[in-house]
Nanobody, 119 residues
Framework: QVQLVESGGGLVQAGGTLRLSCAAS????????MGWYRQAPGKQRDMVAT???????NYADSVKGRFTISRDDAKNTVYLQMTSLKPEDTGVYYC?????????????WGQGTQVTVSS
């Protein structure tokens, strides 16, 4: 129903900038909220940033002032602009999108993209 493909991950130096993209392929369905989640080895997957259909954003305290989430509905794409990157930002970043499924709303996940920040 909804397929999410992330891109833009890679290896960057501390203090650098990286932009992640997530393109959603949806057939006969509307994408609602979208977000980025991060998981480091041995740690829980946590919310990094979310954005609603109307453009309202929310950020984890650890990334406020450094990361910016945005979306382009014409392209069915959500972005995560990451600046002033720190080694603790290292992890697998997963794109998530909510879309109607039957009579409920289902969350769809991308396969993740690795972000590694070197010191």
């Amino acid at each position: 129903q909804v397929q999410l493909v992330e891109s833009g991950g890679g290896l960057v130096q501390a203090g650098g900038t990286l932009r992640l993209s997530c393109a959603a392929s949806a057939s006969s369905t509307r994408i609602n909220n979208m977000g980025w989640y991060r998981q480091a080895p041995g740690k829980q997957r946590d919310m990094v940033a979310t954005i609603t259909r109307g453009g309202m954003t929310n950020y984890a305290d650890s990334v406020k002032g450094r990361f910016t989430i945005s979306r382009d509905d014409a392209k069915n794409t959500v972005y995560l602009q990451m600046t002033s990157l720190k080694p603790e930002d290292t992890g697998v970043y997963y794109c998530k999108a909510d879309a109607p499924y039957a009579m409920t709303v289902r969350g769809y996940w991308g396969q993740g993209t690795q972000v590694t920040v070197s010191s």
